[in-house]
C-alpha cells in the first residue's frame, strides 16, 4: 500500500466514523429502535468496506459500488419507518472519489440513488414527499462531499507524479514559443528600454535620462541617455526615483523628475532625468506631459516587463543546468579517473623495471592532472554571482578558488558603487571573466594575473590581464573565444583582447554608460588567450 493509499484510508475511515456517530446520537436520544437497527447495518457495512480498502489486492472499483450498493439498499428499506438513516447515503460517493477520483465518485452515487429508489417503491410503493425530498437531499450532499473528495485524489495523485512539473514546464514553454512569434517588439531588455528612452526625450527637454528596474529592495539601472558626455544625473535622480517607485507616483523636484511605468503586475520600472538648464520650467507644464506620457507608455512597460522576465527564466534555468552538469561530472567522471589512480598506484607497487616504474609515474601524474582540472571544471560550473554581495565578490571569490587549485597568484582590484547591475548582465561578466582567468591558468602559463573590476553601474570595465604567452593561434577545439563573443553580446558590451607589451594578454570587457543594441556591439580580437 503506497502513502496515498494509506492517507485514503485514513480519511474514508474518519469520514465515515464522524457520520455514523453523527447519526448515531440522535437516533439513541429519541429511541427509534428501527433507525438503530439499520445503523447498526450500516456500521458492519462500513466496517468490512474500510477492511477490504486495507487489502490492496481487491478490486477497487467493485468494493467500491457493492458498499454504496448496499448503503443505499438499507436506506430504502428503513425509509417508510425513518428518514434518521439518510444521512448514510453523503458517505457512499466521499469514499469513491478518494479513492477512484470523480469518475468513482458518479458509479457510487449512481448505484445508491438506483438501490434507495428502486427498493422502496418495489417493496413499500411510491415514494412520499418527504421521503423523496430526504433522499435527494443526502444524495447531492454527497456529491458535493464526492467534488470535493475528487479535487484531493486529483492532487495527491499529481503531486505523485515525478514527471508533473516538466509536462507542465512542456506546456508553457510551447506556449511561449507559438506566442514568440506575435512579439513585435522583441524579448531584449535593453533595446526595450531605449525604445522608452526615446520617447521620454521625445516630449522631454532632458539633459539625461535613466530607466530604473527593480532588483530586490533597490532600483537597477538599465540604461542611461544624455545629451553629453558628462554625466548630469548626479544622485538627485535616483534619489527621487526611489521615492517615485515607493510612492508609485510621479514626482517633480526643480529640473529632475521621476515617475514609475506601471502595468497590472504593478511598477514594472522607473524613468527618471534632469531637465537641460535652459528650459523654463513654468512654460512647459512638466506635470501634465510626465502624467500623459506614463500613460502612453503602457504599452511598453507590459513589452519591458516580459522582457524581464523571460531574462529571469533563462538565467534561473541556466543556472540550474550548470549545477546539474557539475554534479554528474564530480559524482561520475572525477570520480571514474580518481579510482584509476588507484590501479596505477598497484601497479607502480608491481613495476617489472625502471623503466615501466618511471612510464607508471608519469601517467600517474597525468592522471592526477587531469582530477585536478575536472575539479577546477566543476567549481567553474557550480560557483555564480548568486547571493555575492557585489560582481566584485563574487569574481574576488572565484579568484581564491583559482589560485589555491592553481598556485597561481590572481589579485583583485575593485571599484564599484552599491547601486547594482542587472542579474543577468552581472551573470554574463563574471563568466566572462572567469573564462579569461582560467585561460591564463590553463592555457597561458601565467604567473601572475591581475584583475580590475569597476562598476558604475549601469556602467562595468572589467580587464584582466597576465604575464603568460600571450594571444596564440586559435585551437579547432577551442570555444573559450567565441562563447565570450555570444556573452558580451547577450549584454550589449565591447570585448577586447590584446597582446600586452611587457609579455602576456589582457582581456576587457566594457558595458558603456549609454548603452544600445546589443546587436550592433562585437569584439575586437579574433585570437583566444594561450589556447
Known amino acids: 500500500m503506497t502513502s496515498h493509499d494509506r492517507q485514503f484510508l485514513r480519511l474514508s475511515a474518519v ?15 429519541s429511541r427509534d429502535s428501527p433507525a438503530l437497527v439499520a445503523l447498526a447495518a450500516v456500521g458492519a457495512v462500513w466496517v468490512l468496506g474500510t477492511l477490504a480498502q486495507a487489502r490492496s489486492g481487491w478490486p477497487v472499483m467493485t468494493t467500491s ?58 417493496a413499500f410503493g411510491a415514494l412520499t414527499g418527504d421521503q423523496a425530498f430526504g433522499a435527494f437531499t ?29 509536462h507542465y514546464a512542456q506546456a508553457l514553454i510551447r506556449e511561449l514559443i507559438d506566442l514568440s512569434g506575435g512579439l513585435s517588439s522583441g524579448l531584449e531588455p535593453v533595446a526595450l528600454g531605449g ?3 526615446s520617447a521620454v526625450r521625445d516630449d522631454l527637454p532632458a539633459e539625461s535620462t535613466v530607466l530604473y528596474v527593480p532588483r530586490g529592495d533597490s532600483l537597477t539601472p538599465l540604461i542611461t541617455k544624455s545629451a553629453s558626455d558628462t554625466d548630469a544625473l548626479g544622485g538627485a535622480a535616483e534619489e527621487l526615483a526611489v521615492e517615485a517607485w515607493a510612492l508609485s507616483r510621479p514626482l517633480v523636484d526643480g529640473g529632475v523628475f521621476a515617475f514609475p511605468l506601471v502595468s497590472e503586475a504593478g511598477t514594472i520600472a522607473v524613468v527618471a532625468g534632469v531637465l537641460s538648464d535652459r528650459v523654463d520650467l513654468k512654460l512647459i507644464a512638466l506635470e501634465q506631459k510626465i502624467a500623459a506620457l506614463s500613460d502612453r507608455l503602457a504599452a511598453s512597460a507590459v513589452h519591458l516587463d516580459t ?28 570520480q571514474d579517473i580518481a579510482s584509476l589512480g588507484y590501479l596505477v598506484d598497484a601497479l607502480a607497487a608491481r613495476a617489472g623495471s625502471p623503466e615501466q616504474a618511471a612510464r607508471i609515474a608519469v601517467l600517474r601524474e597525468r592522471i592526477t592532472a587531469v582530477v585536478a582540472e575536472v575539479r577546477r571544471s566543476v567549481l567553474t560550473l557550480r560557483t555564480t554571482v548568486g547571493t555575492s554581495e557585489s560582481l566584485g565578490t563574487a569574481i574576488g571569490a572565484i579568484a581564491r578558488n583559482l589560485t589555491e587549485v592553481s598556485h597561481v597568484p590572481i589579485h583583485v582590484t575593485l571599484d564599484e558603487r552599491t547601486t547594482r547591475l542587472r542579474p543577468e548582465v552581472e551573470a554574463e561578466l563574471f563568466r566572462i ?99
Open 307 to 334: 522582457a524581464l522576465l523571460f531574462a529571469s527564466f533563462r538565467d534561473a534555468a541556466t543556472a540550474e543546468e550548470r549545477r546539474r552538469l557539475a554534479r554528474e561530472m564530480h559524482d561520475g567522471v572525477a
Open 195 to 197: 525604445v522608452i528612452l
Open 15 to 29: 469520514a465515515r466514523g464522524f457520520v455514523l456517530v453523527a447519526l448515531v446520537a440522535p437516533v439513541l436520544w
Open 65 to 122: 459500488t457493492l458498499e454504496a450498493a448496499t448503503i443505499g439498499s438499507i436506506c430504502g428499506f428503513s425509509i417508510h419507518t425513518s428518514l434518521a438513516v439518510l444521512g448514510a447515503l453523503a458517505v457512499p460517493p466521499f469514499v469513491a472519489a478518494l479513492r477512484l477520483g470523480w469518475r468513482g465518485m458518479l458509479l457510487a452515487l449512481s448505484a445508491e440513488l438506483v438501490a434507495v429508489v428502486a427498493i422502496p417503491v418495489a
Open 433 to 531: 571573466a572567469q573564462e579569461a582567468m582560467t585561460n591564463a591558468v590553463r592555457h597561458a602559463h601565467a604567473t601572475r594575473i591581475d584583475v580590475h573590476c569597476q562598476v558604475h553601474a549601469p556602467a562595468a570595465t572589467i580587464t584582466v590581464t597576465d604575464d603568460g604567452l600571450g594571444l596564440q593561434q586559435a585551437r579547432s577545439d577551442s570555444h573559450g573565444l567565441e562563447i565570450m563573443h555570444e556573452r558580451a553580446l547577450l549584454i550589449g558590451a565591447h570585448l577586447t583582447i590584446t597582446d600586452r607589451e611587457a609579455g602576456g594578454a589582457a582581456v576587457t570587457v566594457r558595458i558603456p554608460e549609454q548603452s544600445g543594441d546589443p546587436s550592433s556591439v562585437g569584439s575586437d580580437n579574433d585570437a583566444i588567450v594561450g589556447a
Open 138 to 166: 443526502w444524495c447531492m450532499t454527497g456529491l458535493g462531499m464526492g467534488l470535493i473528495a475528487g479535487f484531493v485524489h486529483a492532487t495527491l495523485e499529481q503531486e505523485n507524479d515525478p514527471l508533473a512539473p516538466y
